[in-house]
Nanobody, 115 residues
Framework: QVQLVESGGGLVQAGGSLRLSCAASGTTFNINTMGWSRQAPGKQRELVARAGEFGSTNYADFVKGRFTISRDNAKNTVYLQMNSLKPEDTAVYYC?????????WGQGTQVTVSS
């Protein structure tokens, strides 16, 4: 079992920045991919970014050039630096970790971007 706890969400004006953190605990030694998805009201959950165990990263087109994902494997923590935020980035952001074929999810953290 893997437990994930996110932090760092909040309210920010358009153009501002936020940094999300997600710490994993429990059986962490089998975690390979960690990442972030988001879900806006009335919309489906969508992948934002993911980071492989050895440093590979992937981003959704709508965040390329604005968001950066990083991992600290020693701390079992993944981060999402979000710059140049837009009102359409408003959503609940969920951290996830893949371990032995299972996806584990955090409880989510709200990000609200005002215009």
């Amino acid at each position: 079992q893997v437990q994930l706890v996110e932090s760092g969400g909040g309210l920010v004006q358009a153009g501002g920045s936020l940094r999300l953190s997600c710490a994993a605990s429990g059986t962490t030694f089998n975690i390979n991919t960690m990442g972030w998805s988001r879900q806006a009201p009335g919309k489906q959950r969508e992948l934002v970014a993911r980071a492989g165990e050895f440093g590979s990263t992937n981003y959704a087109d709508f965040v390329k050039g604005r968001f950066t994902i990083s991992r600290d494997n020693a701390k079992n923590t993944v981060y999402l630096q979000m710059n140049s935020l837009k009102p359409e980035d408003t959503a609940v952001y969920y951290c996830y970790a893949n371990s032995v074929g299972w996806d584990y999810w955090g409880q989510g953290t709200q990000v609200t971007v005002s215009s």
